[in-house]
């Protein structure tokens, strides 16, 4: 699989390690990207892949490539194998964002600490009714279709207005063809939450990295309950709640989520 990805190399001459950052639906890498400045500048090595269908991404036909869970579990640990990555540090948000947190289960030797944003953590967990649509025959096919998706999903998941500027990179891939609305709607359709949310609960009864959870607790879509619980119950995950953001935090509050970073991952 060809993948698109982001890079920004560290700003100074300390080497603080590589920080992978994993976005969520109907995003891509672009959304990190002010993050991604942040992060380098005290001397992170930091990289944002479009996963497989999104972005600027490979968007092969579902026959070649299932968008189930599995696959981009699959795909994405080939990513890490071409680009030599140990060690990492590892975030992720949204929906899909949860196929993260399976391979960081599964790879436990991959990871020094994990970092959640606003992503489905329990079998509570359910896909908004905006996000459902996308996966419904012929309605879905239209609607995904439409490149003011991502406006009317990013906004309204965030609750703040997004520049012009950034819509327009947000738009771009769905301009340019109609393969990624076509594997958006494979993703949604394959996306298996009911499953994935029973590895990622059973995954977190063992984990013992360190973790934080960075939340928007205004989140229309994702209860802050089962991020609190976690927190409550692990000594090892940590939580900082933003009151105001909500699913898309990384949005609009860079500099607040970038300092916990810094502050959280290895000196």
Not at 53 to 74: C, H, L
Not at 79 to 96: H, I, R, S, T
Request: glycine share 6%; charged share 25%; no cysteine.
């Amino acid at each position: 699989m060809e993948w698109f990805y982001r890079q920004i190399e560290p700003g100074s001459e300390a080497d603080r390690g590589t920080v992978l950052l994993l976005h969520g639906l109907p995003s891509h890498s672009f959304g990190w990207y002010e993050v991604m400045e942040k992060l380098a500048q005290p001397g992170f090595n930091a990289i944002a892949p479009d996963w497989i269908g999104s972005g600027f991404s490979e968007k092969p036909d579902k026959r070649d490539f299932p968008y189930t869970p599995e696959a981009f579990i699959t795909a994405l640990t080939d990513f890490v194998d071409a680009l030599k990555l140990e060690n990492f540090n590892l975030v992720v948000q949204g929906f899909l964002g949860s196929v993260g947190l399976q391979y960081a289960f599964r790879h436990p030797e991959k990871i020094e600490r994990l970092v959640i944003l606003n992503t489905p953590l329990s079998k509570d967990a359910k896909l908004p009714w905006k996000m459902k649509q996308w996966g419904i025959p012929f309605v879905g096919d239209m609607l995904t279709q439409d490149p003011l998706l991502v406006d009317r999903t990013l906004e309204g998941g965030s609750g703040f207005v997004i520049s012009d500027e950034n819509l327009a990179v947000y738009r771009k891939p769905f301009l340019m063809s109609s393969s990624v609305g076509r594997a958006l709607v494979a993703t949604i359709q394959q996306l298996k939450l009911e499953q994935t949310m029973a590895e990622i609960e059973a995954g977190f009864l063992n984990w013992d990295k360190p973790t934080l959870l960075i939340w928007g607790m205004a989140d229309p879509w994702l209860s802050s309950t089962p991020a609190e619980k976690l927190a409550e119950a692990n000594s090892n995950i940590k939580m900082f709640k933003l009151e105001e953001a909500k699913h898309y935090p990384q949005e609009h509050w860079v500099k607040e989520i970038s300092d916990k970073m810094i502050q959280f991952f290895p000196r």
